[in-house]
């Protein structure tokens, strides 16, 4: 749309009305402006293409309703829109100074339709909120194509032996319809022959029977998604649910769904009343709660033994075992185009991985290689498992005193009871009570033992990304009950059930740390190693006979090859192991860093160990290291920490408002005093 630099918020919505009136199913919304740049220095001129990575929202707008572009023009009053499109230039020796267009972003959330194949699935037909209409009074299926119009019937209040009649009689009025506006589609008036009714038609289905038609998807979770919105020109409403190309009967919306979700926050209720009282207040912000009092560390398991009065001694309460893993991938060439600058050269396909750990008897690296990418993570999870069940017998044997003192405990009551005291129920009650905490902790002890640590070296941004699509399934996190992933942008930090915790070493490590680096801080020697990465793009060459050339070491992302050394290096190796083909090479080469691994991860624990800070099993990253140290220290010294209350929020906002400070740029240019100009910038 162009626009000019005078540009008003009323042309946007203009525009964006329009946008939602030739639109058929529910959206995502979001701008881009484009602009005229001038060269401060040379006086240059040049056009700023919007892309996706320049858009106005950082999230896009949800639009269902057309209500809903009533937060489009709420959030463009009060976004600085000026700010905005001061920051669209490739660097400051660009300015812009003409504003040219405005692009609207739209992201379709349709569904594809499928055949229905025998009933519909159980959590529909349970609800009690939708009338199916998938069989008729004596149970035969229907085979005809006209549950539109039947859901119409019953919403007009007809039932058992009237509703197929008027199906069939509302039917004939669609095809007149239709037949008499647009002659050219000629829908015959047999309902046997009726093909059946698409989404793009549903504008016209409305205009026929003079009804808002809004069409949702219940999923096997209990959310509901739009599929089709309507725009809402006519008094009476009614609701329907898809599945597949089936549709059914909502009797009563507001119990529909199990859950309702804000389309500004993406929250989710229970009840769709709350969700509106939310939406009324909702702007997608950030919502501060000022509770006052004080804040106190989670308790761990062996504070509230403590306060049981069972004594578990420092050494005892640390966990030293851990499992690291590494993957290796083919690189599969492919050419897929996805914008003007961006161009997909390879396919990462994880073929192998490596696992090793402390725990005896599974100290040596073993390697699992499978092109099939869920037998591969299948194998990695159960040598996983296997490595945590003997783990957790070695923690139970650790902490055998404690676990004996807490069944001990159990088993004898709390305080001796005289026979007086047998009738005195608040007793009785109170032993019992303490018997229950006793079993819980109990519960919670094995659950502690029970969970190993699973490290890689930058996995949250590779590995679990290679095979994130398989590796839920095997985890089953799904029907786990302490299942938690903490996720941060693209990177998964972290992936935590009651056998295994998922981290990435790198979030204890100084930013931008390598592999060499880390091995070589923890006192480490690297073990060296080369692969033909770019050679190896394809599964059958795991036979091939030999060690593969010189040239095909070559990388391009490098922009170099081995040195001639290296490879001689590689030979000896292939000769020394007795390797017969590439699938022995790839094994050792797999297996070479992660013996290293866990030798650098030990060291690191110790320096921890040594100040009784259990690393791994109190926090993700570093800053959580330093929020318990924060607090042990507070602890010693008795100090509290005190939260703000309503009364004082100003405070927050004022220390908050008053933060000076950025980035710091750290420029590396040669100055001298009367030979080197800085650049002014007005």
């Known amino acids: 749309m162009p626009i000019t630099n005078d540009f008003t918020i009323a042309q946007l919505m203009r525009q964006a009305n329009d946008i939602y009136d030739r639109q058929h199913h529910a959206f995502r919304l979001n701008l881009q402006f484009g602009l005229i740049l001038v060269n401060t220095q040379d006086r240059e001129y040049r056009y700023f293409r919007p892309y996706s990575n320049d858009e106005l929202f950082e999230r896009p707008i949800y639009i269902s309703r057309r209500r809903d572009l009533n937060r489009l023009r709420l959030r463009l009053q009060k976004l600085n829109v000026t700010d905005y499109i001061l920051q669209q230039r490739p660097n400051s020796k660009w300015k812009p100074i003409l504003i040219t267009n405005v692009r609207f972003c739209l992201f379709h959330l349709n569904y594809s339709l499928g055949q229905v194949k025998g009933q519909l699935p159980a959590h529909i037909e349970s609800c009690k909120a939708i009338v199916c209409l998938n069989k008729d009074r004596k149970g035969v299926p229907y085979k005809d194509k006209l ?29 007149h319809f ?88 993406h929250r989710h209720f229970a009840l769709i009343n709350n969700m509106k009282r939310h939406q009324r207040q909702c702007q997608g912000r950030t919502k501060h709660q000022f509770p006052g009092g004080y804040y106190g560390a989670k308790k761990s398991i062996f504070d509230k033994l403590d306060e049981q009065g069972i004594k578990v001694s420092l050494h005892d309460r640390l966990f030293p075992y851990f499992v690291v893993y590494d993957f290796e991938a083919m690189l599969v060439p492919v050419q897929e185009v996805q914008c003007e600058k961006l161009t997909w050269t390879h396919r990462h396909d994880p073929v192998s991985v490596s696992v090793c750990s402390n725990v005896e008897s599974f100290d040596k690296p073993r390697c699992f290689i499978n092109p099939n990418v869920d037998e591969l993570v299948g194998q990695m999870v159960g040598y996983m498992r296997e490595i945590a069940h003997n783990c957790f017998g070695v923690m139970k044997e650790k902490l055998s005193k404690t676990f004996a003192e807490i069944d001990k405990l159990i088993r004898m009551p709390i305080k001796p009871l005289s026979v007086s005291d047998l009738d005195d129920e608040e007793l009785l009650a109170e032993v019992e009570n303490m018997r229950e905490i006793l079993k819980n902790l109990k519960e919670e002890l094995e659950a502690y033992c029970r969970q190993i640590i699973c490290l890689g070296f930058n996995s949250s941004k590779y590995d679990i990304n290679l095979i994130k699509s398989r590796l839920f399934k095997h985890l089953n996190m799904d029907g786990s009950k302490r299942a938690f992933t903490v996720k941060r942008n693209n990177q998964y930090v972290c992936l935590s059930t009651e056998e295994f915790k998922f981290l990435d070493i790198t979030q204890y490590l100084a930013p931008g740390i390598n592999y060499a680096n880390f091995l070589k801080a923890f006192d480490v020697p690297e073990s060296k190693g080369f692969f033909p990465y770019e050679w190896f793009d394809d599964i059958s060459k795991l036979n091939y006979p030999r060690l593969p050339n010189h040239q095909c070491f070559y990388s391009s992302l490098k922009g170099c090859n081995i040195t001639e050394e290296e490879y001689a290096y590689c030979e000896i190796i292939w000769r020394q192991n007795d390797m017969s083909n590439f699938r022995d090479f790839l094994i050792w080469y797999s297996n070479l860093d992660t013996a290293p691994f866990v030798k650098a991860v030990e060291n690191l624990q110790k320096y921890y160990f040594e100040r009784t800070i259990d690393i791994f099993k109190v926090s993700i990253s570093v800053p959580g290291i330093a929020r318990q140290m924060l607090f042990d220290a507070g602890r010693e010294a008795g100090a509290s920490f005190a939260l703000y209350d309503d009364n004082n929020k100003d405070l927050y906002y004022t220390i908050k408002d008053n933060i000076v400070g950025g980035p710091s740029v750290i420029y590396k240019r040669y100055s001298e005093v009367g030979k080197t100009h800085t650049q002014q910038y007005r």
């Open 178 to 265: 239709i037949n008499n506006k647009y002659p050219h589609r000629c829908i015959q008036d047999d309902p046997r022959r009726f093909n059946g009714l698409h989404l793009n038609e549903m504008l016209y289905f409305e205009q026929c029977f003079e009804i808002n038609i809004n069409i949702f998807q219940l999923k096997e979770n209990g959310n509901c998604l739009s599929i089709y919105k309507s725009h809402c020109q006519y008094s009476e409403t009614m609701y329907l649910n898809m599945y597949h190309n089936h549709l059914s009967y909502i009797s009563n919306f507001p119990s529909y769904a199990k859950k309702y979700q804000c389309h500004t926050c």
């Open 147 to 175: 549950c539109a119009f039947r859901c119409l019937a019953v919403h007009l209040g007809y039932q058992n032996h009237s509703l197929e009649s008027e199906a069939k009689s509302l039917y004939k009025r669609w095809a």
